[in-house]
């Protein structure tokens, strides 16, 4: 039966195939297809064998290269035994929220045996994004880089390099990631951790059985390399650096910045760096390394380091008998270095200034968050297996006091396309319910949120500030917020409770740094701006994806404007229904 599903499958693909080949033909050359068939391989990692759901049996999946401006049409067929959905991290999606992915957000999941074809095109981004999945926690292996090049003929701000490679950051675990995220959202407790972080899918030389398959980085002497570094890890935040080799960081998530160099890059999971390095040193081999930034007290978390390597071309391959020299390993900051990561982020700026830089300077919405944890009490018909967090508890998270429920009858879009009752409400606070001491001693009375399907509603082209603010709740993390749909400014970020009238003078309105996701800092807030000109319904949510699924989200629905141009567009007819 499953064969035969499967050879329906590939006749299905084939078909849509030479349809879609007979179109490209007449259309525009940029228009590139694609088609994703996600299923289950044997990958090897750590001496053992893992059957991982991947993209066309490739881990990482494909790395998709396109020129700004191209329009992408991904055909997804599901050949795996969970429901899946893919995600376009980062990119804007302007009127095609169908396409951005969260399932139960913008579609109900594509179900084992089924398929949807997502269509965007991408306009006004350049630099690195990358997609995965959207569902449970399927990314852990089902990811890729997607590469925006500037339109042909338009060169890069920057000198122009000789070779660019992608650098994926992942986190491997020996188990089905499913059943780990399954068994947790049972018992209450923290998830298992990783067993092993990677570099474009391997773990590298510092772990067992790993050292054959490590990743290697061929450089020329003189050369300049563009890496377009991607935290793909499900839940960690991460240090990365290479050894004598600084980074002249010139973007992050799909936009320019302001070049400076640094040792160090700290990315949260969904951010992105491009960083140019220099083939200047002595022939020779260099570890390329990340290793966990954790700023939450007391939590378990897997403590290894992943490595790849750096090779000088000249020592690739040594004469006969003699081994290859052991790579040169850089300096990498203690797991709790926060003053690095607040060196490094304060160093981010656009390359523009306002008012060429469209950042809003007056705003319609003046929005206030707060993000963190928290503990449910054990409830009444709870067994104790089930409340095995902290004392008995059971893990949750929240935003301004609300833990985000996913609906399961109909996507949030789709309800509110169609208008279906019942299955979110328009009633998201825009200011905590109650002001407290966010990052100071809390009141256990505090620590228990409620849950909801609340959402946000903007009107269309409003002018939006939010200050995101950390909480200390069973303990302060620094939380990377990622905003579906859009790109933000970050116009400033501080460490205690966010202070108006002190705090309002640091803002940066005059070159802040565009990203889609942010950083916040641990116990700490950070200030975010953006205008509403995007039609639709967009999650925003902790990018650890433990987080998310204890409920660490929000969604805006930001209204039509007038006409067609400001609306979005009609939902595609394979859109799939739950
Ligand atoms: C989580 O870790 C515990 C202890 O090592 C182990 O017994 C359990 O099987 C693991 N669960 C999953 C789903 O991997
Ligand atoms: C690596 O393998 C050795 C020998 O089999 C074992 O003792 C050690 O615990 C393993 N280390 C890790 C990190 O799995
Ligand atoms: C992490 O591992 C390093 C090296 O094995 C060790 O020195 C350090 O104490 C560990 N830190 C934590 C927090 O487990
Ligand atoms: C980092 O953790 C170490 C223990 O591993 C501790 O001694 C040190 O004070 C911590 N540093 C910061 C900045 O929290
Ligand atoms: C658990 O209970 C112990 C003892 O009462 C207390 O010290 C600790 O702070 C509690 N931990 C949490 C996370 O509530
Ligand atoms: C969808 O599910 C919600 C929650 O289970 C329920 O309240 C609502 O009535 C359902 N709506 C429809 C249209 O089935
Ligand atoms: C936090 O407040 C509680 C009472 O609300 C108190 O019992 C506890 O000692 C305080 N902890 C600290 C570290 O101040
Ligand atoms: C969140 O809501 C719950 C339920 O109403 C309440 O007990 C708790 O004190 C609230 N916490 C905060 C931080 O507002
Ligand atoms: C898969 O998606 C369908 C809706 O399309 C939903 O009813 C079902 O619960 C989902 N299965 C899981 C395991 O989440
Ligand atoms: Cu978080």
Excluded at 116 to 127: D, V
Excluded at 170 to 178: A, L
Excluded at 333 to 344: G, H, L, R
Excluded at 539 to 559: N, Q, R, S, Y
Aim: net charge positive; glycine share 8%.
């Amino acid at each position: 039966m499953n064969k035969m599903c499967q050879t329906m499958v590939s006749c299905y693909v084939l078909g849509i195939l030479l349809f879609l080949s007979s179109i490209v033909s007449f259309a525009s050359a940029k228009v590139q297809y694609h088609d994703f068939v996600v299923q289950a391989v044997p990958v090897k990692r750590l001496c053992k064998t893992v059957k991982a759901i991947t993209v066309n049996g490739q881990f990482p999946g494909p790395t998709l290269e396109v020129y700004e401006g191209d329009t992408l049409v991904v055909n997804v067929v599901n050949r795996a035994k969970y429901n899946v959905t893919i995600h376009w991290h980062g990119v804007r999606q302007m009127r095609t929220g169908w396409a951005d992915g969260p399932e139960f957000v913008t579609q109900c999941p594509i179900r084992p045996g089924g398929s949807y074809t997502y269509k965007f095109t991408i306009t006004g981004q350049e630099g690195t994004l990358w997609w995965h999945a959207h569902s449970s926690w399927l990314r852990a292996t089902v990811y890729g880089a997607l590469v925006i090049h500037p339109r042909k003929g338009t060169p890069y701000p920057f000198p122009k390099p000789n070779r660019e490679t992608p650098i994926i950051l992942g986190e491997w675990w020996n188990r089905d990631p499913v059943k780990v995220i399954r068994q947790a959202t049972r018992t209450g407790a923290a998830p298992n951790v990783s067993n092993a972080y990677t570099i474009n899918g391997q773990p590298g030389d510092l772990y067992n059985c790993s050292k054959q398959d490590t990743t290697i980085v061929p450089i020329d002497i003189g050369e300049t390399r563009l890496l377009r570094v991607i935290n793909a890890a499900l839940n960690q935040e991460l240090f990365f650096s290479i050894a004598n080799h600084p980074f002249t960081v010139v973007g992050a998530d799909a936009g320019y910045l302001k070049p400076f160099t640094t040792n160090i890059l700290m990315l949260g999971p969904g951010q992105t760096t491009d960083v140019l390095i220099s083939g200047n040193q002595a022939p020779g081999r260099y570890y390329i390394a990340a290793k966990p930034y954790q700023s939450a007290q007391g939590v378990a978390f897997d403590n290894t380091t992943t490595t790849a390597i750096l090779e000088y071309k000249s020592v690739a391959c040594p004469a006969k008998g003699i081994p290859k020299a052991t790579p040169i390993f850089p300096p990498l900051p203690a797991f709790n270095d926060t003053a690095t990561v607040t060196t490094f982020t304060t160093k981010l700026r656009s390359p523009k200034k306002v008012p060429e830089l469209p950042v809003p300077l007056e705003i319609d919405e003046n929005l206030f968050f707060t993000v963190g944890l928290g503990l449910n009490q054990c409830p009444p018909n709870f067994s104790k297996s089930q409340c095995q967090g902290p004392n008995g508890t059971r893990f949750t998270a929240s935003m301004n006091n609300v833990s985000f429920v996913l609906p399961s009858n109909w996507s949030l879009l789709q309800a509110h396309k169609f208008g279906i009752p019942g299955v979110f409400s328009v009633d998201f606070p825009s200011q905590p319910p109650v002001q407290f001491d966010y990052t100071g001693n809390v009141s256990r009375a505090l620590w228990q949120p409620q849950t909801g399907t609340r959402l946000y509603k903007l009107k269309y082209g409003s002018r939006v500030q939010i200050v995101i603010q950390g909480t200390s709740i069973v303990t302060g993390e620094n939380h990377p917020m990622h905003l579906h749909g859009y790109d933000f400014y970050i116009i400033a970020q501080g460490f205690g409770n966010f202070n108006p009238s002190t705090d309002t003078k640091k803002f940066n309105l005059v070159n802040p740094p565009m990203r889609n996701t942010v950083p916040v800092p641990v116990n700490g807030w950070a200030v975010i701006r953006f205008v509403a000109d995007n039609p639709g319904v967009w999650l925003m949510h902790c990018h650890l994806d433990v987080h998310i699924t204890w409920g660490l989200a929000m969604a805006f629905l930001v209204e039509d404007g007038v006409g067609e141009l400001e609306s979005l567009q009609p939902p595609p007819a394979d859109l799939p229904i739950c």
